[in-house]
């Protein structure tokens, strides 16, 4: 049994403060080289349009075509992936699909409004975006799980298109996220990828639409591309590394433990993995198990490296002490493996998601749950929000002042407008005051 080197910090050790900022430490590449590369991507895109999409299509994916309509697939080739799967992998997907819908569901945003007492109508009108573009990445693996997550929410929305775009190494393509975007509902999908399919998406070109939000992860030329978009259309965050943190009292079963500390460690070397727990035999346990399990792990060199460089086991006082880290941190994904786990709950301010009590895995939530898997990370769960269907809705706000409202509300825009220097505004609001 090969040991596994994972990180070991103690929250009474005087240099704690300093090695947790360390290990939590994490700045999205901002290689200038890669920036330019990307402007020039987009550059390239907005004057050439496809002949530039197939031109990059062919130098990244070293996948080739002779016009840009080679790269969209037809519904019917969709629904033909989704006929060839076998019986279980299309129950799956239903279940999982099924249940990301009924919580969307949940979250839709309605109108309102109200008229105050001089009769003026005050509210919020509610409507979906137009076009949304999703990115589902292709690369390294394939995610039938984030094209349901990112689409099922932007069709309750009532988004009138969703068009997808993945890239297709070698000209590959992955049936069940063709069997997914049949599934979800999505319109358009091309095999593009990369920083030119984001430009492609923001700018359109002759075959591809542009859209007005572009959501969905990707690697360091995607994000950055999202970047440099944004403004143009809308974006739906920039995600970091994959985050799991676990508040354990040392009462769980240290495999289960180990297990989901693996979970997000196997998606890449820059992925985090933390435990917390004020039980040292316990730490020592969920050690002991991450080396007895760690060889049957597929990905085992990607977790192990994962573990060295950015995970941790760290010995706390006790579970308030673990929760004011946990505060701090503010994770992507929180495991509260403890008694009580919803009293807990309620003391995390900052948490993309929340995974209550020991039979809750956080893998359960990046399938079938429900919720959105699509969470903020690097500790922008400070100031961000899950995916959800709010975020393809977009408000207006609704004024309709009355003949008396207009007079009152008149006075009183007047003088604030005249107290700024703008007469112009001044003079319009008063030409609805009542003259007595």
């Not at 005087?14 to 290990?23: H, I, N, Y």
């Not at 060839?84 to 309605?110: G, N, P, T, V």
Request: glycine share 8%; hydrophobic share 40%; net charge negative.
């Amino acid at each position: 049994m090969a040991e596994v080197n994972v990180n070991r910090l103690d929250s009474s050790v005087p240099s704690f403060d300093e090695e947790l900022s360390a290990l939590l430490a994490w700045e999205e590449q901002s290689d200038l080289e890669i920036h330019q590369r990307v402007l020039e991507i987009i550059e390239a895109i907005k004057k050439n349009g496809d002949a530039a999409l197939i031109d990059y299509t062919e130098r990244f994916d070293r996948y080739s075509v002779s016009e840009a309509g080679e790269l969209e697939l037809s519904k019917s080739q969709l629904e033909e992936a989704w006929n060839s799967l076998d019986s279980e992998e299309a129950q799956a997907l239903e279940i999982a699909a099924e249940r990301i819908r009924i919580y969307a569901e949940h979250q839709k945003l309605e109108s309102w409004d109200f008229r105050d007492e001089d009769g003026t109508l005050l509210g919020q009108q509610i409507r979906p975006l137009d076009k949304v573009g999703v990115y589902v990445p292709g690369g390294k693996a394939a995610y039938p799980s984030s094209v349901l997550m990112n689409v099922i929410p932007a069709k309750v929305a009532g988004v009138s298109e969703i068009v997808m775009v993945s890239p297709a190494p070698n000209g590959s393509r992955n049936s069940l996220v063709m069997a997914a975007a049949y599934l979800a509902g999505v319109d358009r999908l091309f095999l593009v990828g990369g920083a030119q399919a984001v430009a492609a998406l923001a700018w359109g070109t002759e075959t591809v639409p542009r859209v007005d939000k572009i959501v969905g992860p990707g690697n360091i030329y995607v994000a950055t591309a999202k970047k440099l978009v944004f403004g143009k259309v809308g974006i739906d965050m920039i995600a970091g590394p994959s985050e799991i943190l676990i508040v354990c009292d040392g009462k769980t079963n240290p495999d289960w433990i180990a297990a989901d500390l693996f979970s997000q460690a196997e998606h890449d070397e820059d992925a985090q993995s933390i435990l917390l727990s004020p039980d040292q035999a316990f730490l020592d346990a969920v050690q002991e198990s991450m080396a007895s399990l760690l060889e049957k792990m597929d990905r085992e060199k990607v977790i192990r490296e994962s573990l060295a460089t950015r995970g941790a086991l760290i010995k706390v006082k006790d579970i308030d002490e673990a929760i004011a880290i946990t505060n701090r941190i503010a994770p992507e994904h929180l495991e509260l493996s403890v008694d009580e786990p919803e009293k807990v709950a309620e003391r995390i301010d900052h948490a993309g998601a929340i995974f209550m009590g020991r039979y809750t895995a956080e893998a359960v939530g990046d399938y079938c749950a429900g919720p959105n898997h699509v969470l903020p990370t690097s500790g922008t769960a400070r100031f961000s929000s899950p995916l959800g269907v709010y975020d393809f809705q977009k408000r207006s706000s609704l004024i309709g002042c009355s003949a008396e409202g207009a007079s009152r509300l008149g006075e009183t825009a007047s003088l604030l407008a005249r107290g700024e220097g703008l007469v112009a505004h001044a003079v319009s609001a008063e030409y609805r005051i009542k003259k007595s």
